[in-house]
């Protein structure tokens, strides 16, 4: 939590008892969560919380790389904590069916290279599967 709060600092922004709320809510979990069900959360510490300003903490710890923006096929965009605070070179795969999130490595990319012309500054790249615990209690099976 400290690291992240340096963060926030760091990024001229203060920190506040929302985003420490916000910040401690998905450290409790590695599921992404949308901003309504974020707000429903915050209403519990928080007597006044509007989705306006729900919005704006998440996007305003998206962009400090607290937490990553996650956009599904057709469904609306949630949010999930960061595997490292600050890390904007991740690759994540997220199951479909229980919302568990993983890092995976993929060297394909690196900051830095030329791509197509352009000198690559930053990337993330989001996927989606099914995890190895839902694949086989889907089919009775163990993936291989």
Known sequence: MQNALEIIRSAGLKVTPRRIAIIALFSGGARPLSPLQ????????????????????????????????????????????????????????????????????????????MVGGYRLLSHTTHSEGICASCLSETNGEHPT
Do not use: T, W
């Open 38 to 113: 974020v707000q429903m959360e915050l209403k519990k510490q928080f007597v006044r919380c509007g989705l306006p300003g729900v919005y704006r903490n998440l996007e305003a710890l998206a962009e400090c790389g607290i937490l990553c923006r996650l956009a599904g096929f057709g469904r609306e965009r949630s949010y999930a904590l960061c595997g490292s605070y600050g890390n904007r070179h991740m690759h994540r795969i997220c199951c479909v069916a229980c919302g568990r999130i993983e890092a995976f490595d993929d060297g394909a990319y690196h900051d830095g290279m």
